[in-house]
């Protein structure tokens, strides 16, 4: 990881070219806010969950997830506001004066044109290009597929199992990770041995179906769901079969990235039809896999 993580608090002033927003998800119009941008400012927590916590939505990738995607987009460094209480009531022409121009010494600033800021939301990119400290870029909200890309549309095709969506808005696939825990132990014998991880409620996560994906980089196929074939009883499961890989991780974190469904989950009425579908889902899953280039 070649990013520099930073505290507002512990940045010092140089020229900076600066992307802001809070970026859930890094989608497409996320990265062209970003192009450009040596420094990126977020925030953490979500402001929602400060401002209105009932209203808060789940997020599409936690922070080490997020701060990996921006690494990679060639950012040198990260600044993390600590959304709170305290910084809720900060003014918007403060924001500027004193965290973009004092603080950061921005050169440039680079928002989406539905970015505001500041107590009440009052600042705006209007009120941005009123300062003469520093340039400020103005980016148009994008469309895919004939309708305009937000954390809201992606959270909403994840939830749907519609991983091929979200990856078109987001410029990739959507990513989850989670530690891996014990299952019930059922893989192993129907020879598909997998590696378990339980959802946080926090995040987003996609609908019950079987999926194509890629598990910590290796060709994996995935089922989210709670396994109706089997009365366990237990909430829901992601069960990931790493194919062609004997593998053991167990208490190790697992990051999966999703590239298409296969098909919804399904209850089978003999554990036999069960195993045929899911050769026919491995099989299916692993020439995905072999043929998969990411989105330009």
Do not use: W
């Not at 940045?11 to 941008?37: C, L, N």
């Not at 990126?40 to 400060?50: A, G, N």
């Amino acid at each position: 990881m070649a990013i520099e993580v930073t505290a507002l608090n512990d940045a010092q002033p140089r020229p900076r070219k600066v992307a802001i927003g809070t970026f859930d998800g890094v989608h497409v119009g996320h990265r062209q806010v970003i192009d450009g941008a040596d420094t990126v400012l977020t925030f953490e927590p979500h402001p929602l969950r400060v401002i209105h916590p009932e209203a808060a939505p789940k997020l599409i990738m936690p922070f080490d997830i997020k701060r990996d995607v921006i690494d990679g987009l060639g950012v040198d460094e990260l600044v993390i506001i600590p959304f709170d209480e305290e910084f809720r009531e900060i003014e918007a022409e403060d924001f500027c004066s004193q965290i973009l121009v004092e603080r950061l010494g921005a050169e440039r600033v680079s928002v989406g044109e539905n970015f505001r800021f500041g107590k009440k939301a009052k600042g705006d990119p209007e009120m941005l290009r009123s300062h003469s400290e520093f340039e400020t870029r103005v980016v148009p909200l994008v469309e895919v597929d004939g309708e305009t890309v937000s954390s809201t549309r992606i959270r909403a095709q994840i939830a749907a199992g519609d991983v091929g969506g979200a990856m078109r808005c987001l410029g990739a696939p959507f990513l989850l990770e989670g530690d891996v825990v014990s299952g019930d132990r059922r893989g192993r014998t129907l020879g598909f041995p997998t590696a378990n991880v339980v959802p946080d409620e926090e995040y987003a996560y996609p609908g019950h179906g079987v999926y194509a994906a890629f598990a910590n980089g290796m060709p994996a196929a995935v089922n989210v769901g709670v396994r109706p074939t089997f009365e366990t009883g237990r909430g829901v499961l992601i069960e990931t079969y790493v194919i062609d890989e004997d593998i053991d991780l167990y208490g190790k974190q697992l990051r999966v990235a999703f590239i298409a469904r296969l098909r919804g989950e399904k209850r089978f009425a003999a554990v036999e039809e069960l195993i045929a579908q899911m050769q026919r889902d491995v099989e299916q899953a692993r020439r995905l896999c072999d043929a998969f280039e990411p989105p330009r």
